[in-house]
């Protein structure tokens, strides 16, 4: 899956779960700093960009999230294993 349709597909998932502007999002930006995500808001947000993505990702990894392409890069690399 391309870097911009994940993008496009977060962005969608931050704005509807946590309200973001979609002007916000960008790869470098991060949960806390940047978008005003608490931890708590991050677990609904992975919970949303699972089912938009139709993938699970484990606690293990979502914790490590610390910017937008963080998911990003996870999601490109969890589609690329999910193609034959």
Do not use: C, H, K
């Not at 940047?34 to 677990?43: A, E, N, P, Q």
């Not at 937008?68 to 034959?84: L, Q, T």
Request: charge should be negative.
């Amino acid at each position: 899956m391309p870097q911009d349709t994940v993008l496009a597909g977060l962005t969608q998932v931050l704005g509807d779960v946590a309200g973001v502007d979609p002007a916000d999002v960008t790869p470098e930006a991060g949960f806390g700093n940047d978008l005003g995500i608490d931890s708590l808001t991050l677990v609904e947000v992975v919970v949303a960009a699972e089912d938009r993505f139709g993938l699970v990702i484990a606690d293990d990894d979502w914790s490590r999230f610390v910017t937008a392409g963080d998911v990003i890069a996870y999601i490109e690399r969890a589609g690329m294993i999910a193609s034959p």
